[in-house]
């Protein structure tokens, strides 16, 4: 299948204000574009791209006195299949997993392991194979969440969520990834484009979503304790251990956010 998305973002500011922007789809999915994609600044200034430890393309640039509006719009080819699934085999113990992913399980900024050891152990030690637990993890989740956009908030940690019980999805990413690295299973924050494909249409405005991925026997495998269902049509846009490394958007100074819209749907089917 094919999918079109895109976005048109803009910013406002009184004086100049150095910006950083991960908007780009990960260099992972740059095969399957059937269009170029490309951000497209108004007014014309300057921005480039560099890549960072965690895989990313990230654009920086200097929002101008007055403002700017960031947008872009591609098409992107789709296997059209849900979410792979990992097999049911036994989960890999810690001294054989891969140097670059033991930091997949350590604590970071959203992601308080040592607060939530215990409940994790408590609640999911004793299940036969890596996938079980990370299942086991998001259906906990899932049920344990109420999603509400009037409860978001920048500082809220996976510790927050599990006791407030209520928030929007990069929350149920940031719990769910907390779990996992509880029970030893490295977990990486996600962020990109899922449209409504596949599934009823949501009546509310189109958003960007978060979701996470689990290393299970040797790969990464997406979840997604939000939808707790396997899904068609993700977009990634960036990976990282918490939301801290996959920002939309960072301002290095005042500048304010007045309008946000994304898009992303499916426009054909490849035969």
């Known amino acids: ?38 951000i497209e600044v108004s007014p014309d200034i300057p921005i480039y791209d560099y890549v960072d430890a965690y895989g990313n393309i990230c654009s920086r640039l200097t929002v101008p006195a007055g403002g700017v509006t960031l947008t872009t719009d591609f098409t992107i080819e789709d296997d059209g299949q849900p979410d792979a699934e990992p097999a049911y085999v036994p989960q890999e113990p810690v001294e054989a997993l891969p140097d670059d992913i033991l930091v997949y399980l350590l604590g970071s900024r959203y992601c308080e392991t040592d607060r939530l050891m215990d409940a994790a152990w408590a609640q999911f030690a004793g299940f036969p194979s890596g996938r079980a637990c990370v299942e086991a993890i998001v259906d906990y989740v899932h049920n344990h969440i109420r999603f509400d956009y009037e409860h978001a908030r920048s500082d809220k940690t996976a510790w927050n969520v599990y006791q407030e ?14 779990l996992c690295r509880c029970m030893n299973i ?3 924050y996600c962020t990109g484009y899922l449209g409504d494909i596949g599934v009823p249409p949501v009546d509310a405005p189109m958003d960007f979503s978060a979701w996470f991925e689990a290393y299970l026997d040797g790969d990464w495998y997406t979840f997604d304790a939000r939808h707790n269902r396997r899904r068609i049509g993700r977009i990634l846009m960036a990976c990282g251990r918490d939301a801290i490394d996959t920002a939309l958007t960072t301002a290095f100074g005042p500048a304010e956010l007045v309008s946000f819209q994304v898009h992303t749907e499916e426009v054909e089917t490849v035969t």
Do not use: W
């Not at 019980?165 to 907390?178: K, M, N, P």
């Open 186 to 188: 490295p977990a990486r």
């Open 1 to 38: 299948m094919l999918i079109r998305a895109g976005y048109e973002i803009r910013f406002e500011a009184e004086a100049s204000t150095a910006m950083l922007a991960m908007l780009s789809i990960h260099p992972s999915r740059n095969k399957d574009l059937q269009s170029p994609h490309r």
């Open 165 to 178: 019980q209520e928030g929007v999805c990069r929350d149920f990413a940031h719990l769910a990834v907390t």
